[in-house]
């Protein structure tokens, strides 16, 4: 395993020894496509890092060695472009090979990308170009995503398709000297997904790397041999946490599937049983898709290790999951600032719906409104304590924003803007976004805790839990839910629904309105969008009361001239 030259000893006797002893080390200059990938091409150039396969059919292997020689080629042809180092690329390279390929080459280069899903329109393209300085695009053709890049870029921008890069490829020298970079320089820019502002710019330095030591080797629990999948498009900073730096360094090799458009549940089930996959990465709502389908017609016996992320685990998908694999998920908690910081780690039993308890080198703080610690059982907003420095992984800044950096790092402190409480043992348990807390009547009440509540009833497929005004309360719960097949949207279910929240959690949480729809608004990650529908909601208030007005006007007025009261 890679990762032991970066820390002190790999195998711990308990979860303090980790804490204790568990930090990465950090070496001067580090740069993972130099000393990492072209180390593991010298001395295990046959070892397979990736193996890639498409919805086609394809399939492909690369060993280290292919890859190290690869990204230097890459490199190469980069540089014929006039692409050099400190310059920005944006990539809308879908799980496309290549796209492992190229960050290689960009980190070697000094060049930073800034990776991107292949589901924006010209006007989020527009938006990138523009706050991020781009001069090049490389992208693959995959019948949509060229027309909106060429209405959002223009005749200044450099498009390279992948097309272009591997009929040139063979072409350029397949070694290169060394391009110096330092480890605060910036390595990568993500662009958050924006669900209360406009999409800021993430920076990670050379380090960013090593943090994910701790998300694949003491979450994920990768080992030599391991072949892993997490199942992120490489635009989302979840590749870069479940496809690349800490799988490597662990000695997995990383499992690829490129595919268009849905991922049928049958399908990612056929995928898992074929390619005897040994460790699982996906989001809560993968594995409700996956618990649904009848798992005993696929061979899933090679899974070992499975873990969730993106959003918190309703504890009924942890049991069912459970039963039918005898796998225990284990959830992680991060942000695309962060590599994961919170986690169910081996030498704890995972609680059902728990993010578990901070990595080794974060210390995790739960903070009031006036940035004081609270107690046990209270809720408080996440944040990461500064005093001994940053932690390995963390974010340098929001790129060319030093308002929102100064506003993130303040106080000693990192603020995450995700609020959470701890339990007497010590267990982190998510509660939401600060903006999607629901403070109604002076209760705080989460919105996860009661979707978790209404997901056990049968008649639940999904639910989204918001807060609406209310005259009396200040905020009023409401739950927007999607109907499983054969129940109807009766008076008679939404009293059963709310006597259901009543019996299981402090009644004053349950939804005093329920709406039913056909599909919950998400975003292109797969996370609800909660926002939308407070925004839609305020809407129909604003509409609702300008029609009171005008009705209680015209009343008034009538009854002027009648002379009635």
């Known amino acids: ?45 046959d070892q397979p890092a990736i193996l890639w396969t498409n ?36 990539l809308f390279l879908r799980r496309r090979w290549e796209y492992w390929v190229l960050m290689m080459a960009m980190h070697k280069l000094g060049v930073i990308p800034i990776p991107s899903t292949n589901q924006l329109k010209a006007h989020d393209i527009e938006y990138r170009i523009q706050t991020a300085d781009v001069k090049t695009i490389i992208a693959f053709d995959d019948g949509y995503i060229l027309d909106e890049i060429k209405q959002a870029a223009g005749p200044d921008i450099q498009l390279i398709t992948t097309d272009d890069m591997n009929a040139a490829l063979e072409k350029f020298p397949r070694t290169m000297t060394r391009v110096p970079t330092q480890n605060n320089d910036t390595m990568v820019l993500y662009f958050t997904s924006g669900t209360t502002d ?118 009924e998908v942890y049991d069912r999951f459970f039963k039918l694999t005898g796998v225990k998920l284990r959830e992680g908690f991060g942000q695309t600032e962060t590599c994961v910081m919170l986690f169910n780690n081996e030498w704890i039993e995972p609680k059902p719906g728990s993010m578990g308890m901070p990595a080794a080198g974060w210390d995790v703080q739960l903070l009031d409104e006036r940035g004081r610690p609270v107690a046990d059982g209270d809720v408080g907003e996440i944040c990461v304590k500064l005093d001994a420095g940053k932690p ?45 807390l629901i403070k109604s009547s002076g209760y705080r009440i989460s919105p996860f805790e009661v979707e978790s509540v209404l997901l056990e009833h049968p008649a639940v497929r999904e639910v989204a839990v918001t807060g609406i005004p209310d005259p009396t309360r200040g905020m009023a719960v409401k739950a927007t839910i999607v109907l499983n097949k054969y129940f109807q949207p009766t008076d008679a279910l939404v009293r059963q629904l709310q006597d259901h929240v009543k019996q299981r959690t402090a009644p004053y949480k349950y939804p005093r309105v329920i709406e039913f729809v ?22 129909k208030s604003t509409i609702e009361e300008a029609k009171t007005t005008i009705i209680d006007t015209t009343k008034s007025a009538i009854g002027r001239v009648t002379g009635d009261k």
């Not at 996959?277 to 290790?305: G, Q, W």
Request: aromatic share 14%; charged share 25%.
């Open 392 to 436: 390995v992984g963390l974010f340098e800044k929001y790129h060319k924003n030093d308002k929102k950096t100064a506003h993130a790092y303040r106080d000693g402190y990192y603020h995450t803007g995700d609020v959470a409480y701890r339990d007497a043992d010590g267990y982190f348990w998510f509660v939401g976004r600060n903006d999607d």
């Open 518 to 539: 056909e599909t919950l608004p998400m975003t292109i990650s797969g996370k609800i969008k909660r926002a939308l529908i407070r925004k839609i909601d305020s809407a």
């Open 55 to 90: 919805d086609a059919g394809e399939k492909r292997t690369f060993t280290f060695r292919d890859l190290s020689e690869l990204s230097n080629a890459a490199a190469n042809f980069l540089t014929a472009r006039g692409i050099r180092q400190g310059d920005t690329v944006l």
């Open 1 to 45: 395993m890679f990762a032991t030259r970066f820390l002190k000893k790999l195998k711990f006797d308990s979860y303090r020894d980790y804490i204790e002893n568990g930090r990465p080390i950090v070496p001067d200059n580090f740069n993972f496509a130099y000393d990492v990938i072209d180390v593991m091409a010298t001395e295990t150039p």
């Open 198 to 315: 406009m999409p800021k710019m993430v920076a990670h330095n050379f380090t960013y790397p090593l943090g994910h030591i701790n998300t694949a080797v003491f979450w994920q629990r990768l080992t030599d041999g391991d072949l892993h999948f997490t199942l992120s498009e490489s635009g989302w900073a979840k590749c870069s946490w479940g496809k690349m730096y800490g799988q490597w360094m662990a000695g997995a090799t990383v499992f690829i599937y490129d595919f268009a458009g849905k991922f049928p549940a049958f399908d990612l089930l056929r995928v898992l049983s074929e390619n005897r996959v040994t460790s699982f990465c996906a989001p809560p709502t993968v594995y409700k898709m996956l618990i649904r389908e009848n798992m005993s017609t696929h061979d899933l016996s090679a899974i070992k290790k499975a873990d969730v992320a993106g959003e918190a685990l309703n504890p």
